[in-house]
């Protein structure tokens, strides 16, 4: 088997109009295709993130909520890259997200920082 590359990370959300702003309007993805499945009752958005990935972004009745901090076992965080962590941090800020404070990878010396997502998904800004 050849892997390609990832194609897309699919989130559940809890609010779709509030995570919708989120990922649009306050982190600026871009939208590909918006869906709602009458049979699902559910929004299935996609957003591109740059040039090359994808989010799914998705809305279900009654989604529980996600138990595990990004420690636990399983998917620990999303991460995106940006050329200037310190001007992505002071966006965000700007924005009323809050943002932990910077730190410097050991192994890379880079610049990452985390924030959550509305429904408290840990999201990563990792400087280039």
């Not at 990370?9 to 306050?26: G, L, M, P, Q, W």
Request: overall charge negative.
């Amino acid at each position: 088997m050849k892997i390609n590359r990832i194609h897309h990370i699919a989130i559940i959300c809890t609010d779709y109009e509030r995570s919708k702003d989120f990922y649009v309007n306050k982190l600026g993805f871009t939208i590909l295709n918006e869906t709602f499945r009458v049979d699902r009752d559910s929004y299935k958005l996609d957003l591109a993130v740059g040039d090359t990935y994808q989010i799914e972004l998705f809305s279900f009745p009654d989604s529980s909520k996600r138990l595990s901090y990004p420690e636990a076992a399983g998917l620990r965080h999303l991460a995106f890259e940006v050329d200037d962590i310190e001007e992505a941090v002071k966006e965000l800020t700007a924005k009323k997200i809050i943002v932990e404070d910077l730190r410097i990878d050991e192994v890379t010396g880079k610049k990452f920082t985390f924030f959550r997502d509305p429904d408290d998904l840990p999201l990563e800004l990792y400087e280039r």
